[in-house]
Nanobody, 122 residues
Framework: QVQLVESGGGLVQAGGSLRLSCAAS????????MGWFRQAPGKEREFVTT????????YYADSVKGRFTISRDNAKNTVYLQMNSLKPEDTAVYYC???????????????WGQGTQVTVSS
């Protein structure tokens, strides 16, 4: 079992930045790909970005490409999401997830955090 805890969410003005963190604990974190997803009120959970264990494979949703950056520190069992040039449409609960492969589909991830709220004001 892997436990994931997100942090770093909050309220920010449009154009601002936030850095989310996701700390993993429990069974071995080794080999897991990590992903970030988000869910806005009344909408389905959507893919944001994912990174392989080695960091050699990274995918971004078109909506965040060039603004968001995913990274990971395996020694600290932590994955990060640097979010720049935030827009009101980025407002959502952000979830990190762990799974065997860096894919875009939520169903392919086995473990999920509880989520952290990101609110971008206009």
């Amino acid at each position: 079992q892997v436990q994931l805890v997100e942090s770093g969410g909050g309220l920010v003005q449009a154009g601002g930045s936030l850095r989310l963190s996701c700390a993993a604990s429990g069974r071995s974190f080794i080999g897991y790909a990590m992903g970030w997803f988000r869910q806005a009120p009344g909408k389905e959970r959507e893919f944001v970005t994912t990174i392989s264990w080695s960091g050699g494979i990274i995918y971004y949703a078109d909506s965040v490409k060039g603004r968001f950056t995913i990274s990971r520190d395996n020694a600290k069992n932590t994955v990060y999401l640097q979010m720049n040039s935030l827009k009101p449409e980025d407002t959502a609960v952000y979830y990190c997830a762990a799974g065997p492969r860096p894919l875009r589909l939520p169903d392919t991830f086995e473990y999920w955090g509880q989520g952290t709220q990101v609110t971008v004001s206009s």
